[in-house]
């Protein structure tokens, strides 16, 4: 059994306690000892080396630090010395990037109460939150943060806050008589109270169950650490790019290593070789540039209000299928508002949400003046009147001080020019009868509304509030309160509860003087009907528009709440999310279904209601499953773990909790669901990016292994030395892959689906322009290396030839950086100097290029010399060939 379903007494005796005397002291310290304190503790991390060994895993370094250790040991200790400081600065990069704080359980540790109210040796005093321990009776009153999971043992109109844990947008009403039978929801345990909920109203007393890690929100914790970093789509794509790349270099090695022995030449000159294609295989720059280009990606997501954490998530959004978004405070506006009144047997439009007392009153469509309406005004004074809420804008900023229900009644009556501090002022309280659960109702009686009169307004339930009265006002007359009214007003009532209103009903009655005795059963009796108001936490108006550019772009936006069905589905449908009912399904529903059995369910349903956060992770877990790469976007502690499981987690950054914030890998500044729409366009521009500097990078170092191969094969000299080839991956190569990085979303680019999850970064398309490609880099390259050998000769020469192919390498792969800004488009259409970066780029690359053949201490280091203006004119007259036959294949083969 569990504590919801047991008794008070029972409750209190298997915890060998007692409600008025609370523990002993010297019990209450043995149990902290056997409990533990009533604190979150957090997982160790990882340590710096453990973080730096990980990098070393890659395949691909582990060719290059092989690479190393064969340059150092025939003596090429130059050429060790700067592949192993490459090795090492991508491993350092890749540190960085992996750096993500684990502050979870730190934000859970700081929404504990601090201090807590107990009764102890029969008294009550005030302890840390951290030394509760299961047994201690705990005092409750209106603003308490509760610090532990507790039974309630007495309750007086108490309602808790549980919205984020819940996502139940409306305060709780428990209940401490209550037994609840079977198994039931965090939502529906009206008898307990969750630690880190907040006591809005009323009073109570709690025996503590469970403490630390036990509690609910100590669950959730638990649960957050024990998931483990799942790999990024863009993680795996270049695992496997690595794996291909890695097999395809040592396979290359060893062939030219066979042929160069079979030629007759020596061992040392084909290690030396064999490096070198190894160098000219691996794209040393690839994971320097990635990390690069996905950190200018988080600037630019953060110019439009969503912070990326984890630097990979930013590619990952562009591969987002499904958003799994919570309703309250992220499609809704966390913000109870009016926005339906009933009087004068009319049915009025209230416009204008949020706590700002600005709006109209309209009817049937048309803004109507409001003082035609007498019975309107009534409703909303007694509505404020009979009211323990306030609107508070110290700050600039309107917000509600109490009930949000009673906050929406308020700010109606602000709407119509009513304040709480005007009326007050007008109309003092002289006496009233508080909410109570059982009556639900309250009563207030007020001086000067009438002349010489007191007045008793009374707000509550509609068919309790209608029961008790017998007379209505209508169109300025009060008239009898017959059947046929009754049941007009009740089926009003059933209209407005229907669209998922919360609706309550206004009455008054008049007095000559303050009666003698005051209860319910004489001021709560043969009253006057006024009217009702009905009122929802309403959509945000811009998630509307961002749901539509979702499914424009092949997104699918499912609602995951923690409050009612009926409520969920009315904002699902008036956001366009869901069309019909049997879209929406409650959580329980989820318990009873196999996994292969909610992967179906998971297809075609759009709302899930009065879910826990198991039953959110179920969900992301079965979309992931069905294939999905899936976002949940969230703002309470009940969303943490889903927004850990999901591929990507989105919190609000304004309403969302601590928890919610440090578990997510995005976090939306303007709490606007439309920015992520913003996000997933930016993160496919940037995989689109990635590919198009991925295909720059292959197609230069496959034309490098085509040189230096079919060089072999000839039987000429290595035309390049490892330093050279390094020196052309790592900078001239990485400044235009960088500038490439940044180029502007080609048109179109949210008007298709998401891309399939399995497809890699080398499409079908690109093969065949990387071949294309690297066969003209490695033709123009030997023949401007033949030239140079007919031209210098092949003995004391080689080194002015080298140098020659070396100018005319880079320049061929500088030159072609322009075409690969698109592979589809021409260069002509996109414009020569449309991206300044890449301008920038090939400007640097060239001008270090020309320093290194021109400075006598870099020529040294990288075997060069200084070339001839005859040179010049024959790299240049080669070096155009790579940038020719790409347009010219874009032309043939991608007609546009």
Known sequence: MEWYNKGKKETVSELLT???????????????????????????????????????????????????????????????????????????LGIYQEGKAEKSVEALQKMSAPNAKVIRDGNQTEIPAAEIVPGDIVVLEAGDIIPADLRLIESSNLKIEEASLTGESVPVE??????????????????????????????????????????????????????????????IKLNQLGKVLGTLTILICIVVFGVGLLQGREVLEMLLTSISLAVAAIPEGLPAIVTIVLAIGMNRMADRNAIVKKLLAVETLGATSVICSDKTGTLTQNEMTVVKAYVDDKILEIEGGGYEP?????????????????????????????????????????????????????????????????????????????????????????????????????????????????????????VDFTKELKNRVLSVNIKFAKSA????????????????????????????????????????????????????????????????????????????????????????????????????????????????????????????????????????????????????????????????????????????????????????????????????????????IFLVFISILIGWEVPLMPIQLLWLNLVTDSFPAMALGVENAEPGIMNHPPRDTKEPILDKGMYGGILFQAMAIAAASL???????????????????????????ITAELLRAFSSRSQVFSLFKIGLFSNKRMVQAVFVSFALTVLVLYLPILNDIFNVVPLTFQDWEIVLMFAFIPLISGEVYKMIFKNK
């Open 18 to 92: 007692n409600e008025n005397y609370g523990l002993k002291t010297q019990e209450a310290e043995q149990r902290l000892q056997k409990y533990g304190r009533n604190e979150l503790e957090e997982q160790s991390k990882k340590s710096f080396l453990t973080k730096l060994i990980a990098q070393f895993a890659d395949f691909l370094i582990i060719i290059l630090v092989a690479a190393a250790g064969i340059s150092a040991v025939v003596g090429e200790t130059e050429d060790a010395i700067v592949i192993l400081a490459i090795v090492f600065i991508n491993a350092i």
């Open 358 to 478: 600005v709006g109209a009153v309209k009817l049937d469509g048309k803004e109507i003046d409001i003082n035609t309406l007498y019975n309107l005004n009534n409703l909303a004074s007694i509505g404020a009147l009979s009211n323990d809420a306030y609107l508070d804008n110290s700050s600039g900023v309107f917000k509600i001080v109490g009930d949000p229900t009673e906050g929406a009644i308020v700010t109606f009556a602000g709407k119509l020019g009513k304040t709480t501090n005007d009326l007050n002022k007008s109309f003092p309280r002289v006496e009233e009868l508080p909410f109570d659960s059982a009556r639900k109702m309250m009563s207030t009686f007020h001086e000067n509304y009438i002349k010489g009169k007191v007045v008793s307004f009374t707000k509550g339930a509609p068919d309790i509030v209608i029961s008790k009265c017998t007379k209505i006002a209508l169109n300025g007359e009060i």
């Open 501 to 704: 209103l919360r609706v309550l009903s206004a009455a008054y009655k008049v007095w000559d003087e303050l009666p003698q005795q005051i209860s319910p059963e004489t001021v709560e009796t043969d009253m006057i009907f006024v009217g009702l108001v009905g009122m929802i936490d309403p959509a945000r108006p811009e998630a509307k528009d961002a749901i539509k550019e979702c499914k424009d772009a092949g997104i699918e936006a499912v609602m995951i709440t923690g409050d009612y069905k009926e409520t969920a589905f009315a904002i699902a449908k008036d956001l366009g999310m869901a069309e019909s009912e049997d879209q929406a399904m409650m959580g329980e529903e989820l318990d009873n279904l196999s996994e292969d059995e909610l992967k179906e369910v998971v297809k075609k349903t759009k709302v899930y209601a009065r879910v826990s956060p198991e039953h959110k992770v179920k969900i992301v877990t079965a979309l992931k499953e069905n294939g999905h790469i899936t976002s949940m976007t969230g703002d309470g502690v009940n969303d943490a773990l889903a927004l850990k499981k999901a591929d990507i987690g989105v919190s609000m950054g304004i309403t969302g909790t601590d928890v919610a914030k440090n578990t997510a890998e995005v976090i939306l500044t303007d709490d606007n669901f439309a920015t992520i729409v913003n996000a997933v366009e930016e993160g496919r521009i940037i995989f689109s990016n990635i590919k198009k500097f991925v295909f720059f990078l292959l197609s230069c170092n496959i034309g490098e």
């Open 783 to 809: 023949f401007a290396y033949y030239w140079a050998q007919v031209r210098y000769g092949i003995g004391s020469g080689l080194i002015h030839a080298r140098s020659i192919v070396f100018a005319t390498l």
């Open 174 to 235: 428990k209940d401490a008589k209550a037994i609840i039978g079977g198994s039931a929801g965090i939502g529906d345990r009206h008898n307990m109270g969750f630690s880190s909920t907040i006591v809005t109203y009323g009073r109570g007393k709690g025996v503590v169950v469970e403490t630390g890690h036990h509690t609910e929100i100590g669950n959730i914790a638990t649960k957050i650490q024990t998931y483990g970093e799942e790999q990024t789509p863009l993680q």
